[in-house]
């Protein structure tokens, strides 16, 4: 979809929260580096399969990989802004969306030096969280990827899978347990000693740069230990995450309303017939729910409220988001790519590429089994009785 | 992003005004409610009540009588009125928070009449639907022919609610049929005791007192010119600016009581129903049903924020009929998922106590056929999306 559409669509949501003139002008703005620095170089991405140097320059001189402010009590501010951005640039690429989205939140755990790499693009920072035996939001103690203290410093040793960006991250913020209790992150330098990525090739966000990262004894900073801002860390992680799956699909919605008009069964336009019609609005309200959900998180989290109006605290509303999103929003982007039915089967056509975007985002997500435990523990139990 | 409208909920006069309705209701609403349900016929005194505190007005201007209150201090109104069940809120108060706009044409006599209505000395009906035309409001055959300076009416009108029961009747017909129902629509007022009305009641005891409905049947009824409400030819539009940005509200819950009503009340009753020897809250099953329950009702919340920013006092931004359409798809839709979880859960207790849970699913199916199911708002939502390809009645 064309930003131009992506903004004519836009404009038309029924259930877009109302913007400000400030966020009009930040979505316009957004926009317009959809089109002139996204768009034209997409097709070239994701045939070498990352977003290349260049292109990662323009993005961060652009201005994308700093909207979050840091306030003096080591609190971020601009989530609103950044969710807004992550809305707009999953229409265009969910790829590129994750890197908006790593280089904005990871930049909290690097030295001021590093951070502002970041804002012209010398510094790409990702996050090597997955391993073979873990699914879900990493936890400290369960994970494979040791960190040893000795002479030399830290030293972590390792296997991290299906990295985002790892192709060209220049750092990466690994997640690995220790002898102290609980582990934490540790900040690693890609390229250097002891640290090997193996690109791969995956079905879908395929400028996304994935790869496998050996560790081997490779120096390692820590960042931050498992504590509840390292938690926090992941439900926002996550919850952002959630927001590009449903851009990806309300992209998808908007791309086979094209469609329908174009292609023609039983004498008309398919997008004359009720049953499409239907299923396409009840797909685009049920994700418009669910997005609408993901942009007041990220007015909660500016707000600096601790509990949302519903009495959560942030980390089970965005358990919530993800459950509600698996409940009501994928069945939407199965239902995309069986309306495009033959053409969209072909490679490279924009419906199988957002569904494989789709697939792909999913496995790295995971389902809601985890959101689920946590909303159970949370929401459940006796004594929460009072609380919600 | 503005959901600024959830602070509004932390304002000490609107927690004032939470008290007062809380009281009234406590004290003039519930301890009546087996009394009125036990009549057969409408609760006019529960009617009355309400005018007189004022949950007819809420959101009126003041220039017509009314308070004047803003989105969310109706909503707060709502859901205290709630806690006497959906009878009094969804059935009695919609017909003149809703309807009542219709009579806002600017002409003095018209506003007198609808200061008797927010007051509580007449009731209205919106004798809209046919039976060939269902939820188009343009596919009418009813027909108005002018004479003698007024008109004269002819033809049926089905399902109509709060008939009988009420006094005033507003009838949609056509003044000119070749121009069809869009182009050629006129509203008229009648009183329901002018000859040629025949008011034919359908039996509803399951709706208890609150949802009347009714067949009206005009023959050669005489309209005076005055009886016109806004432009002749003009009745679709005057219904569409009017009344459709807010029908959506007709059923809902309010947000509060879709929490309290599906989520706690059943996670409640999970923890004191056993399954198997362990407490249903032990199960997974019953526990993603719970959640579940409790996600709708958060989309619900945000939702309701939206549709409250769209339709605070004379709000008639463009979107606000596809919000209140969207609103009736969750009222529909995701309500009738949480309330078969909640039977699920609640399973015999409901039955045993004779819970709010089995009277509400009645309403529940009551409210479902009066709004004529979700496809009109399918098509509404479709429209704003999609464009005008779309098969709909709407210009």
């Known amino acids: ?388 | 992003m503005n959901f600024a409208a959830e602070r509004l909920y932390d304002d000490q006069a609107l927690a004032e005004w939470r008290d007062r309705c809380r009281g009234f209701v406590e004290h003039e609403i519930l301890p009546f409610i087996p009394q009125w349900e036990r009549e057969p016929r409408l609760a006019w005194e529960c009617y009355r009540k309400l005018a007189a505190f004022g949950y007819l007005r809420l959101s009126y201007p003041r220039r017509l009588g009314g308070l004047e209150l803003s989105g969310i201090w109706e909503e707060v109104a709502m859901e205290e009125l709630a806690r006497a069940g959906k009878g009094p809120r969804a059935y009695l108060v919609r017909i003149a928070r809703n309807y009542g706009h219709l009579l806002d044409d600017g002409r003095p006599e018209h506003q007198r009449i609808l200061e008797d209505v927010l007051s509580g000395r007449h009731m209205l009906a919106f004798a809209e639907t046919e039976a060939a035309g269902g939820s188009d409001a343009a596919n009418i055959r009813t027909t108005a022919v002018a004479e003698g300076g007024g008109y004269r009416l002819t033809g049926t009108k089905a399902y109509i609610s709060l008939v009988p029961g009420a006094d005033l009747l507003i009838v949609t017909a056509l003044t000119d049929p070749g121009a069809g129902g869009k182009r050629g629509m006129s509203l008229f007022l009648v009183p329901v005791d002018t000859p040629g009305v025949t008011i034919v009641p359908v039996d509803t005891p399951d709706l208890k007192a609150w949802h009347t409905l009714g067949t009206v049947v005009l023959r050669d009824v005489w309209a005076p010119p005055t009886a016109l409400l806004g432009e002749a030819h003009r009745g679709f539009y005057h219904i569409k600016a009017r009344v459709w940005s807010r029908r959506g509200l007709d059923h809902r819950l309010t947000p509060g009581e879709a929490l309290a009503y599906y989520f706690r009340e059943p996670r409640d009753a999970a923890g004191r129903k056993t399954v198997g020897g362990r407490p249903l809250l032990d199960v997974p099953r019953y526990q993603s049903m719970l959640i579940d329950n409790f996600g709708f009702a958060e989309l619900y919340r945000l939702a309701s924020l939206r549709v409250l920013a769209g339709t605070a006092p004379a709000g008639t931004a463009a979107s606000a009929s596809a919000s209140a359409s969207a609103m009736q798809f969750f009222t529909k839709v995701l309500e009738r998922q949480m309330m078969m979880a909640k039977l699920e859960i609640e399973g015999g207790d409901a039955v045993a106590r004779d819970t709010r849970v089995l009277q509400d699913m009645v309403f529940h199916a009551g409210a479902r056929a009066a709004g004529g199911g979700v496809d009109i708002h399918f098509i509404i939502v479709g429209q704003e999306l999609y464009g005008r390809e779309w098969a709909c009645h709407r210009d």
């Open chain 1, 1 to 388: 979809m064309t930003p131009a559409a992506s903004q004519a669509i836009g404009a038309e949501l029924a259930f877009t929260p109302e913007l400000s003139d400030e966020e009009r002008r930040l979505r316009a703005w957004v926009q317009s580096i959809c089109r002139r620095l996204i768009g034209p170089q997409l097709t070239s991405w994701e045939r070498t399969g990352r977003v290349d140097a260049a292109g990662v320059r323009a993005l961060a001189e652009s201005g994308l990989f700093s909207l979050l402010r840091r306030l003096p009590d080591g609190a971020c501010q601009g989530w609103a802004a950044l969710a807004l951005a992550l809305d707009e640039v999953a229409r265009e690429s969910a790829s590129v969306a994750w890197l908006v989205l790593a280089q904005n939140l990871l930049r909290a755990f690097l030295p001021t030096e590093l951070c502002d790499g970041v804002e012209t693009g010398a510094v790409v920072v990702t996050l090597a969280d997955h391993e073979d035996q873990s699914v879900g939001p990493p936890v400290g103690a369960g994970l494979g990827a040791r960190v040893t203290a000795g002479e030399r410093g830290m030293r972590l040793t390792g296997t991290k899978r299906n990295v985002l960006f790892a192709s060209i991250a220049t750092h990466l913020v690994v997640t690995a347990g220790s002898e102290a209790p609980g582990g934490g992150r540790f900040l690693v330098r890609a390229g250097e000693r002891g640290c090997l990525v193996s690109p791969i090739v995956p079905g879908g966000l395929r400028s996304a740069g994935f790869g496998d990262v050996a560790l081997s004894s490779a120096p390692a900073i820590p960042v931050c230990p498992w504590t509840a801002t390292s938690a926090a860390f992941s439900s926002v992680w996550r919850a952002l995450g959630t927001l590009i799956e449903i851009a990806n699909g309300l992209a998808a919605v908007a791309f086979m309303v094209q469609d329908a008009r174009r292609k023609r069964s039983f004498g008309k336009p398919l997008l004359k017939w009720q049953a499409i019609q239907f299923k396409l609005t009840d797909g685009y309200l049920k994700l418009s729910m669910v997005r609408m959900m993901a942009h007041y998180f990220a007015w909660v989290l500016d707000q600096r409220l601790h509990v949302t109006g519903s009495g959560l605290d942030v980390d089970c509303y965005a358990a919530l988001l993800r459950t509600m999103y698996c409940k009501l929003g994928q069945e939407v982007q199965e239902y995309c790519v069986e309306l495009g039915s033959g053409r969209a089967y072909r490679v490279g056509h924009p419906a199988w590429r957002r569904y494989m975007d789709f697939v792909t985002l999913l496995l790295l997500a995971g389902g809601d089994d985890p959101d689920r435990e946590l909303l159970s523990r949370t929401l459940l139990r006796p004594a929460s009785t009072a609380s919600v």
